[in-house]
């Protein structure tokens, strides 16, 4: 019960590493906010926490839309009094080279991968601030740390996390806020279905492992940032890989 009683908002925990993140701070004792774009699956997974005999509560947010991160932020403000962990995990890809990038896939990818990590910070930390601390962890990628062909959008997205994550961790560290992000490898969820099997082969061949990680091996270190066990541990982009980069 690592993480007993702490509040916590996980973006896009409808499916993949978010749903494993929710899952892993339900049995470790968070009280979680699951938010995801789709209602019905958002509800599908609250109700599986609550069978995990987990404290939980299901929001419909885009976290490109302010509005409705205010209202969630305030919700579960009204319900729980606080809030101690924000993970920003909801993010997309929308893969082409830079010769083929249309300004669409660009400003999507950013929309949702950068810019929605900005607007749900922004909106947590004054209540941060105020209750004198919490952890923002936010999902940044190895390719936030080394780029990857294909994937301009996704890169600048996830380099810009580890951006903002250096950024907070020397503004807030002093109010008792850490900011850490996570840079996972190859993560077997729904995001990958798009790439032909061969590919997902040839991903596989490349890690020492010689297999992807399971969404729940990503939430475990999650879970080991928010508690305060890591509470040293600021301004860091962990690399969870398997030994993909070495
Ligand atoms: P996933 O597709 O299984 O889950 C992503 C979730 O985010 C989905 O439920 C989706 O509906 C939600 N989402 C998308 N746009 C949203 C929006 N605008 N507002 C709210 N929710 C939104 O993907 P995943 O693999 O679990 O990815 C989770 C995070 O981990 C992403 O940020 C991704 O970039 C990152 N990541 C994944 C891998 C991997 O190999 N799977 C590797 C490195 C980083």
Redesign the pocket.
């Known amino acids: 019960m690592r993480l007993k009683g702490k509040v916590s908002i996980i ?10 993140t929710a899952e892993k701070f339900v049995k470790e004792g968070a009280i979680v906010a699951v ?4 209602t019905e ?1 958002v509800n599908a997974v609250v109700d599986e926490l609550k069978a995990l005999g987990g404290e939980a509560y299901g929001y419909k ?5 302010k509005g409705q991160i205010a209202e969630m932020v305030a919700d579960l403000k009204n319900r729980c009094g606080r809030i101690d962990v924000l993970v ?6 929308q893969d082409a080279q830079l010769i083929k990038m249309s300004e669409d896939q660009f400003d999507k990818v950013i ?3 950068l810019k ?1 990590v900005y607007n749900c910070a922004r909106a947590v930390v004054d209540t941060m601030v105020e209750q004198g601390g919490g952890v923002i962890l936010n ?6 740390v080394y780029g990857n062909f294909g994937q301009t959008n ?1 890169a600048a ?2 380099f810009g996390v580890i951006g903002f994550v250096k950024t907070w961790a020397k503004e807030l560290g002093k109010k008792g806020i850490r900011a850490n992000a ?12 798009a790439m032909p099997e061969k590919v997902l082969q040839a991903m596989e061949d490349k890690v020492p492992m010689r297999r ?2 399971d ?1 729940a091996e ?1 939430a475990n270190v999650y879970a080991f940032l928010a508690s305060d066990e890591a509470s040293y541990i600021n301004g860091a982009a962990i690399e969870v890989t398997g030994g993909l980069t070495l």
């Open positions: 973006t896009g925990s409808a499916s993949g590493i978010g749903k494993a938010c995801d774009l789709n699956a947010v885009d976290v490109t839309n920003n995990n909801a993010g997309i890809v929309d949702i991968n929605g999902a940044s990628s190895v390719v936030g996704y997205a996830k996570v840079c996972p490898g190859f993560v077997a969820t729904p995001i990958l279905k992807m990680a969404p990503i």
